[in-house]
């Protein structure tokens, strides 16, 4: 769920994830259950994972995290400055996709847009059924890894300048991509790198909405299959919806109040205090500050006392001097 305006949105996520390459090996999949939220203050995220094809039930170990700092967790600043545009498979929501070969997320119009500029060739075409069919040719370049030119043991990385060939089909009204594929010409041949079918359900009340989604890639003949169960637009909100609730037993780090603690448990304000300085290194910094904090009072104490000494002698002087 986004607030795309307040740039708010709690997302929950399980997925298990396997090697493409030996898929039916068990022993390597990795099943996942996840949440990450932002209400507008703090960013707070869980994640609780287990080997296997089962999902991880409550007993397996859990971490969460709540902090104010972006870089602290960059997938979760990622959705917030993509405006939830990405889903991580080279594509995205309504009127979204990624730059090349970047994680970038840009609007369709502003990249077609900036193609414009650069002086490549885009064409538009509406079709039978109203959709609109836009092809660009641009410039970009293509990374390939080769032998070090020194004769060192090792591949280098070397970017090559190619054309690649963008056909998108998109809903002229809602902005919804329904097709988008990417090939790449080298030596006259077109080499399709990515294609994306959307599965698209036309609803009286809230328009088009993805039903179903097919990412694949031709070259690794893989594909990502992603299915939308259920939807809501513009639904009514509380503000506390994007307020994300740790499962009991989870194992928190609260940069923002500084403690590490278990979900569901009575905090200990000091243990929880030494527990998240212990686990972040800063046992000896908190010691050393609490040192000098120590001499400094000492220091001060002793001047005030020299003050007030010299002070007393002044007008002890100027009596007897009467």
């Known amino acids: ?117 650069e002086g490549f060739t885009i064409a538009i075409q509406e079709l039978s059924d109203g959709k609109w069919a836009i092809e660009a040719k641009i410039i970009h370049p293509m990374i390939t890894y080769e032998e070090d030119p020194s004769g060192a043991p090792r591949m280098v990385e070397r970017a090559i300048e190619t054309e690649r060939i963008i056909r998108i089909h998109l809903l002229p009204r809602s902005g919804l991509v329904v097709y988008l594929s990417r090939a790449a010409e080298i030596e006259g041949e077109e080499i399709e790198e990515l294609r994306v079918e959307a599965d698209v359900a036309i609803d009286e009340k809230q328009g088009a909405v993805l039903r179903k989604m097919y990412v694949m890639n031709p070259i690794s003949r893989t594909m990502d299959y992603i299915t939308f169960s259920s939807y809501e637009i513009n639904p009514p909100v509380k503000k506390d919806m994007f307020s994300l609730v740790f499962p009991d037993g989870t194992y928190v780090d609260d940069y923002v109040e500084k403690k590490r603690y278990q979900a569901g448990d009575a905090v200990n304000k000091d243990q929880a205090t030494s527990e998240f300085m212990t686990r972040q290194g800063l046992t000896g910094d908190v010691s050393a500050r609490r040192d000098v904090f120590v001499i400094r009072l000492v220091l001060i104490g002793l001047g005030t006392a020299m003050i007030l000494f010299a002070l007393w002698r002044a007008v002890r002087r100027r009596k007897s001097a009467e």
């Open 1 to 117: 769920m986004f607030d795309v305006v307040a740039k708010r949105f709690v997302v929950e996520e399980k997925s298990c994830a396997a090697p493409p390459e030996d898929p039916n090996d068990y022993n390597s999949l990795v099943s996942v259950v996840r949440a990450y939220s932002y209400d507008g203050k703090e960013l707070s995220s869980w994640r609780r994972s287990k080997e296997g094809a089962k999902e991880p039930s409550e007993d397996d170990y859990t971490i969460g995290t709540i902090s104010v700092d972006l870089d602290d967790a960059p997938e979760i600043a990622y959705f917030l400055n993509s405006n939830g545009a990405n889903v991580g498979f080279g594509t995205g929501f309504p009127g979204y996709i990624t730059g090349q070969n970047t994680d970038a997320v840009r609007s369709l119009s502003s990249m077609l847009s900036e193609w414009n500029k």
